[in-house]
C-alpha cells in the first residue's frame, strides 16, 4: 500500500526545506510552489498560487490524508508590500481544499499570538498579538477553525516557537549581532525547538489521527538566545532593550508531549546549536 499522501503548501520556505532534508518516514509529501526554482528537480512539485488557482489546489490535494500548510509571507523577508492578511487567505484555502480532499489540515501558526505575555502560556491563554504578523496569524487561526466547523474539516493550527537555526538569533547572526539585554544581564529568553527535532514533531503530528485545535509546538523549557548564540561560538553584541522589547515568551508543551510517542527532552543550547550545524550548510544549498 502507498504511503499515505502529505500536501505541503509553502514547500519552498525554510520550514518546507527542513522538511525535505528530513522527510517524514512512511508519509509521501506533495510539495507546492507558486514558481520553479533550481533545485526543485526531485520530489513531487506541483506549480501553482493557492490563494489564486483553487481548482489546482483542489487537484493537488486530491488523494492526501493530511494537507500542511506553511505558505505565508515571514516579517523582513516578504519585503515593505508583505500582505500579512495572507495568512487568512491560505488558511482559508487550505481548509477549502481539505474538504474537497476529504483530508486533515495543520496550519503553521506562531507563538507570536500570545504577543506580550509573561508566564507560562498554554494554548487556552488568551491571545494579545503585539505585531501585525501576530494578529494576521491569531485572525487565520479563528477564520480556519470557524471554517472548518463549517466544512466538517478537522483543523489544527501549530503555534510553533522559535526554530534554532531558522530565528532571529542564530538563523539571523551576522557579524555585530546585537542582543537586547534586560534587567539582570539576561538577553531575551524564548521558547524554542531544535531544527531536526522540529521535523520529527512534525512527521509524528501528520501521522497522528486526531490532533487538538490548536497545540504548542517546542521543547519544554525557555532559552536565553545568549546562551543559543554562544553555544554556536557565535560573538554578539549587547545593548540595553527598549521599553517595548519583550523579555520572554515561554510556551507550555505539555499538550504536544501527551500527543507524542516519546517526550521531548528540554530544550538545550547545546544541543540545538549542534543540530543546526550539521544541516545549515545543506539548508544554505537550498
Not at 29 to 41: D, F, K, P, V
Not at 158 to 182: E, M, S, V
Request: hydrophobic share 50%; with cysteine.
Amino acid at each position: 500500500m502507498a504511503n499515505p499522501a502529505v500536501m505541503v503548501l509553502g514547500a519552498t520556505g525554510r520550514i518546507g526545506r527542513l522538511l525535505q532534508l528530513c522527510p517524514p518516514q512512511g508519509l509521501h509529501l506533495r510539495l507546492q510552489a507558486r514558481r520553479a526554482q533550481a533545485g526543485n528537480s526531485t520530489g513531487d512539485w506541483h506549480i501553482f498560487d493557492p490563494r489564486a488557482e483553487p481548482a489546482a489546489l483542489a487537484r493537488a490535494a486530491e488523494g492526501a490524508a493530511v494537507l500542511l500548510c506553511l505558505a505565508g509571507p515571514v516579517p523582513g523577508r516578504g519585503g515593505a508590500d508583505a500582505d500579512m492578511a495572507d495568512h487568512v487567505r491560505l488558511g482559508e484555502a487550505a481548509v477549502r481544499a481539505g474538504a474537497s480532499a476529504g483530508a486533515r489540515v495543520l496550519l503553521a501558526s506562531s507563538a507570536a499570538v500570545y504577543g506580550a505575555r509573561g508566564g507560562l502560556l498554554a494554548e487556552d491563554a488568551a491571545l494579545r498579538p503585539a505585531s501585525a504578523y501576530g494578529a494576521a496569524k491569531a485572525q487565520m487561526e479563528a477564520r480556519a477553525a470557524a471554517l472548518g466547523a463549517e466544512l466538517g474539516v478537522p483543523v489544527c493550527s501549530l503555534r510553533i516557537g522559535n526554530i534554532a537555526g531558522l530565528d532571529a538569533a542564530l538563523g539571523g547572526w551576522r557579524p555585530g549581532f546585537t542582543l537586547d539585554r534586560f534587567a539582570g544581564g539576561r538577553t531575551p529568553r524564548r521558547s524554542y525547538i531544535g531544527a531536526r527535532t522540529l521535523a520529527e514533531v512534525l512527521a509524528a503530528l501528520l501521522a497522528a489521527p486526531v490532533l487538538p485545535p490548536v497545540l504548542n509546538l517546542a521543547q519544554p523549557g525557555a532559552v536565553e538566545m545568549g546562551a543559543l548564540l554562544q553555544a554556536a561560538g557565535r560573538p554578539f553584541a549587547v545593548r540595553a532593550a527598549p521599553a517595548a522589547a519583550i523579555p520572554e515568551v515561554a510556551l507550555d508543551a505539555a499538550r504536544l508531549q501527551a500527543l507524542l510517542p516519546a517526550p521531548l527532552a528540554a530544550a538545550d543550547p547545546v544541543q540545538m546549536a549542534a543540530e543546526w550545524a550539521l544541516l545549515e550548510p545543506e539548508m544554505a544549498e537550498r
